[in-house]
């Protein structure tokens, strides 16, 4: 099945502790991207990656990292999380126009 | 600035009338829209797309207006069903492959039976 999946779904964790939040897609996809999502804002691209070892920031990019070392993984890094990186975050990939989306993480910073 | 705009973050419709969804745009260089639909729990699913070269495109009970002049898109569906109600994002972008998305805030549809 085509699929885009994340682990964890669910994470609660405390403010500085390192924590990375993986993606991947089974669809042979170029292009993956991660998104956050809060009440009143909607989604927001938090980085994106046209291919294999290339990225660029979205619109929201501060606090995050992440990496493209394959075509299938997508992992979003957070160095040193803070209570405003509290969001469910989603991680999308596509070949074309239309992006598939992942079952969502829903992290809470304390 | 925003340049993908619901301004509707709500909308009730009774079961079996029509839904109609709305969204505005203020980027000239947008050529593709897409609408997403977002159950709880669940990562948005994409539901139909229209390029700028079309007023409309259909697709079941799913049909979407663009009036590019007035930058302005819409969703209509017919007949509604309690299983349409979900959130709903207009989305945008300036190319046909592999580039960002721009999403509104959205719009939580309610189908009322």
């Known amino acids: 099945e085509a699929q885009v999946t994340q682990n964890p779904r669910y994470l609660i964790t405390v403010t500085g502790k390192k924590l990375t939040v993986t993606c991947s897609q089974n669809?042979?996809?170029?292009?993956m991207s991660w998104y956050r999502q809060d009440p009143g804002l909607g989604l927001r691209q938090i980085y994106y990656s046209m291919n294999v070892e290339v990225t660029d920031k979205g619109d929201v990019p501060e606090g995050y990292k992440v990496s493209r070392k394959e075509k299938r993984n997508f992992p979003l890094i957070l160095e040193s999380p803070s209570p405003n990186q509290t969001s469910l975050y989603f991680c999308?990939?596509?070949?074309?126009?239309?992006?598939?989306f992942g079952p969502g993480t829903r992290l809470t910073v304390l | 600035d925003q340049q993908v705009k619901q301004n509707s973050p709500s909308l009730s419709v009774q079961e079996g009338r029509i839904s109609i969804l709305n969204c505005d745009y203020t980027?000239?260089?947008?050529?593709?829209f897409l609408w997403y639909k977002k159950y709880p729990a669940e990562g948005p699913t994409f539901l139909i797309s229209?390029?700028?070269?079309?007023d409309k495109n259909e697709d079941g009970r799913f049909t979407v207006f663009l009036n590019k002049s007035a930058k302005h898109l819409s969703l209509h569906i017919v007949p509604s069903q309690p299983g349409d109600s979900a959130v709903y994002f207009c989305a945008a972008t300036p190319n046909s492959g592999n580039t960002p998305l721009v999403f509104g805030k959205g719009t939580r549809l309610s189908v009322i039976a």
């Open positions: 980027n000239s260089m947008f050529d593709y």
């Open positions: 229209i390029s700028s070269i079309k």
């Open positions: 669809m042979n996809h170029e292009y």
């Open positions: 999308a990939s596509s070949s074309g126009l239309a992006q598939f």
